[in-house]
């Protein structure tokens, strides 16, 4: 048997052919079937949202770079969102694009490397929120007094919501609204913004009551426990919520930015309880030193009062002499007003007597008679001045109206003549004022003529003729 190789045409005829597409496909799977379910750490780069919630990125170390992309089922469940630089930890497999010949992984899940990488991320979503005003204290709002309902959002199976109930019956006993959440893993962001957004669409007068005070709380744990409360959707729902909010989110060491939205921050859930509500016994014994009080500023201004008033009725006369001086003013002018209403009377009477003598001589029905007498004389004496006038005028006006006729034109009309008038009715009387071509209307004694004036040719003065005298002869 011979040790040397057979050519190389005969192997590569040996060889079986692929289409690049087969070639593709059978690649994809035996890197699916090899890389099924893979860890992979590294930077993110290039991170692109798609418009259809697909999201592709980059893997990045010293020496590599992995493409990767996360379906828009998974990317909507993320328990935090990846930015540009930050390291993280993906869990998903790899797979391979046949249309670049690019080998990537689809992601299931994504989580950060590290406390510090969740540091650097929290510290720069905190400086963006900040920027916009979202943690300003000029926006928080004060908590009420005495709220009538108070809306819890946690989860409805840990001791958080025990010690703020036990909290708050211990104190103020108020009616409690919870709405159960989950408070970390995947959806968790989603519920709380849900259960904020739900209680500030709650109307004042419906039939589920609408919360006076919101408390958000959860117990204490890891950073990568408490990320739901670091998500940008839960501290904007916070900042929107038109219902005072109380963040009581971790132990007193830990913070969230829900923390600075928020518009009071608790260090644990029990002392969220204690700022919703103040303590009854204390409520209690206040009111008690304030009535104590208000009685004894009472009773004191009352003996002050009563000081006074007997201080003052020792500078005063007895009443009862004062109404004495009355009565007897009464009664005098009582006597004086009888008195002053006789003699009235007395005078009028002789009034009314001395007219009714004075009236007897000259009875009212003799002077109505001698008027009517002296007016029916003076009408007669108008009637004939009036008659008179009018002869004397009617005779100046028959006289006026002859000399009228007499000095009218329409006279000399009748004799042959005419009224030559303009286009505006006024009367030409010299040949001069006349233009050629000019409208005129001539009235003549049974009617008028219209004309159009023009210019005659001129007449040769001819010389004036000495009548003959032949025919009465000669004396000489």
Excluded at 39 to 63: F, I, P, T
Aim: net charge positive.
């Amino acid at each position: 048997m011979s040790d040397t190789a057979p050519p190389a045409e005969a192997v590569s005829h040996n060889a079986p052919i692929y289409s690049v597409t087969e070639l593709s496909m059978a690649l994809k799977r035996s890197v699916e079937d090899r890389f099924r379910q893979v860890r992979v750490r590294g930077e993110v780069s290039g991170l692109k949202r798609a418009g259809s919630g697909h999201l592709y990125l980059s893997l990045k170390d010293q020496n590599a770079v992995l493409d990767g992309v996360c379906w828009r089922g998974r990317a909507a469940r993320l328990s935090f969102d990846p930015s540009d630089g930050i390291e993280v930890i993906c869990t998903g497999r790899l797979t391979t694009y046949p249309g670049r010949s690019r080998y990537q992984i689809v992601i299931d899940h994504i989580e950060p490397a590290g406390i510090g990488a969740l540091m650097a991320l929290v510290q720069a979503r905190r400086e963006a929120l900040a920027a916009e005003g979202l943690f300003d204290e000029a926006r928080k709002r004060p908590l009420p007094y005495l709220p009538e309902v108070i809306g819890v959002v946690t989860s409805e199976s840990g001791a958080v919501i025990r010690d703020i109930l036990h909290r708050l019956r211990d104190r103020f006993p108020r009616r409690v609204l919870v709405w159960p959440v989950m408070v970390q893993g995947e959806g968790a962001a989603d519920e709380i913004v849900a259960a904020i957004d739900g209680f500030n669409r709650l109307p004042p007068d419906g039939t589920v009551t609408r919360p006076d005070l919101l408390i958000v709380a959860r117990g204490g744990g890891r950073l990568e426990d408490l990320w739901a409360f670091n998500e940008e959707s839960v501290v904007r729902a916070a900042a929107a919520s038109q219902i005072p909010l109380i963040s009581a989110v971790g132990h007193e060491t830990d913070t969230t930015l829900i923390d600075f939205a928020a518009d009071r921050r608790a260090p644990t859930p029990s002392a969220a309880a204690e700022m919703a509500v103040p303590v009854l016994g204390d409520l209690r014994y206040t009111l008690a030193d304030y009535r104590r009080r208000i009685v004894g500023a009472l009773s004191r201004r009352l003996r002050d009062f009563g000081t006074e008033l007997r201080a003052a009725a020792r500078g005063l006369h007895d009443p009862r002499e004062l109404l004495d001086l009355a009565r007897q003013r009464l009664d005098e002018s009582s006597e004086r007003l009888a008195l002053s209403l006789t003699r009235g009377h007395e005078r009028r009477n002789d009034g009314l007597n001395a007219l009714r003598a004075a009236l007897r001589p000259h009875h009212p029905g003799q002077e109505i008679k001698r008027q009517r007498e002296n007016i029916g004389a003076q009408g007669r004496q108008l009637e004939r001045e009036i008659g008179l006038y009018l002869r004397h005028t009617c005779d100046g006006m028959e006289g006026q109206a002859k000399l009228l006729e007499t000095l009218s034109y329409h006279n000399v009309l009748d004799r042959g003549f005419a009224v030559i008038r303009d286009r505006k009715d006024r009367p030409l009387t010299r040949a001069a004022a006349v233009k050629p071509g000019v409208a005129l209307a001539l009235e003549f004694a049974d009617g008028d003529v219209h004309a159009v004036a023009h210019r005659p040719p001129s007449r040769t003065t001819r010389p004036r003729t000495v009548p003959s005298t032949d025919r009465q002869g000669r004396l000489l």
